[in-house]
């Protein structure tokens, strides 16, 4: 997903850039690495290989101040680690780490997903086809489920705590599957900006999504912040295309002609362009500004009518979206422009998961042209990626663990939260849809924040948080 439903390689802050969100660094709390020898296969017992999966822990709060009338010392917080190196989540994770844990006197444990950052079962040969056939879903909720179950039995006073699950973005998804699928692991949990709907295609049109959806909310982005913005963009795109090769090249700071897309030069500009709506954050983070989205508008719009002045605009708004650092040229991505919007196959662990379980069958309008083709967009890239080994099943998740239905189908003690920037949010569970009723309804809630973007909730309280992602915290922590 992040952006990529998580976030692209081009979003992957370091946690200090993560944690530097105001004019400021505040010294932010840090954690204890750890690695837990973990099964392999879950799935066949027979198998007894293991590998070593980090986790990250806090225990600093965990003191007795949030002692229970069972006795445990304090709940565990625990943070279901996505498509990403985990010290990555740790950063933009202050809503836990910050505000929950010191209150409720919290232990705190991160979980790396298997095949991310440290957690390679395979060493440097972790990427192969052959070696990637142990990494999906089902194999990482196993994981937590057997690390839980290790750190309850060796943490001293842990046996009988209980665990509250969070995670955004695909994290999000693996915090509600996680309660579905192991409600006696965990006894609830806060899935911020989980597009499950996204992977029930057949619920789309009960749930007014279509193939368009997250394209066209990206493209609302633009069209609310400036009447001209869309035009502007559409306007740079064209002379893009339409300018030698060697000039783009130049003019966007890139390394080769290839990084500016397979098809056309204008794809990298639309990635970027598709990207930004879900860190459309109220406050700069890295070599982003507050509102990046509308700083695109406000410098497309600036630009005058020459087709060099729209393809600078154009560089500069590129530029800031990779955190070009006015030396180095900035290298093809190995996925992303001209592809599947919200990236789709790919090489390495997320692009695997692409091509067996994640993929999302999105086409896009307004920012660029683009028709989803089962064949052309999946099938076929991940044929020759994965050595024909795998063939993507769009449904996979929403066969196995409900879709849509998942708010009706018993689980309870779930927060689903989502923003209103944020294209992921279209296949969120929403406020407005039909209602669940009994148990459901009393103990599960759907918070949409208007002006929030991807996950932002999520993160700690900054003194220019709209309002609505404020009330949803405080929803949130009740």
Known sequence: MIPCRSLCLAARLSTLLAICVTSLCHPFPTYQEKFFNQTLDHFHPESKATWLQRYLYNDVHWTGSGRLINGCRGPILFYTGNEGDITDFWGVNGFMIETL?????????????????????????????????????????EDYVKLLNFVKKSVRAAHNCPVVAFGGSYGGTL??????????????????????????????????????????????????E????????????????????????????????????????????????????????????????????????????????????????????????????GKNCIPALPEGPGGVPGDGPGPGPWGWQSCT?????????????????????????CRELFNGTVTPATSALADRFG??????????????????????????????????????????????????????????????????VTNARILEEK
């Not at 010191?102 to 040969?125: C, M, N």
């Not at 949990?189 to 499950?196: E, R």
């Not at 700071?253 to 204008?266: D, E, F, K, M, T």
């Open 175 to 224: 915090t509600t599957f996680l309660r579905v699928a192991y409600p006696s692991v965990v006894v609830g949990g806060l899935a911020s900006s989980a597009p499950i709907g996204y992977y029930d295609k057949d619920g789309w049109s009960a749930h007014n999504v279509t193939e368009y959806t997250w394209s066209d909310i990206a493209t609302g982005n633009y069209a609310k």
């Open 403 to 468: 879709g849509y239905k998942i708010p009706f189908s018993g689980v309870t003690n779930l927060i689903w939260s989502n923003g209103g920037l944020d294209p992921w949010h279209g296949g969120g569970f929403l406020p407005w849809f039909p209602p669940a009723s009994g148990s459901e309804a009393q103990s599960n809630h759907r918070i949409f924040m208007p002006n929030a973007a991807h996950h932002l909730d999520l993160r700690g309280p900054h003194p220019d948080d709209p309002p609505d």
């Open 101 to 141: 844990a010191p209150k409720w006197g919290a232990l705190l444990v991160f979980p790396e997903a298997r095949y991310f950052g440290k957690s390679l079962p395979f060493g440097d040969a972790s990427y192969t086809a052959e070696n990637l056939v142990y990494l999906s879903t089902e194999q990482i909720l």
């Open 357 to 381: 379980e994640n993929l999302h069958e999105f086409s896009a309008r307004g920012l660029r042209n683009y028709s989803f083709d089962l064949e052309r967009s999946a099938r076929a890239p």
């Open 226 to 325: 400036h009447p001209r913005c869309l035009d502007a963009i559409q306007a740079a795109s064209i002379a893009i295309d339409a300018t030698p090769i060697r000039e783009v090249v130049d003019a966007f700071h890139v390394c080769s002609a290839a990084a500016l897309g397979p098809n056309v030069p204008s794809e990298l500009f639309a990635y970027a362009l598709e990207s930004l709506p879900q860190m459309n954050y109220p406050y700069p983070i890295g070599s982003r500004p507050a509102w990046p989205v509308r700083q695109v508008c406000d410098i497309m719009v600036a630009a005058g009518g020459s087709a060099a002045e729209l393809i600078r605009a154009a560089a500069n708004v590129t530029d800031t979206f990779f955190g070009w650092d």
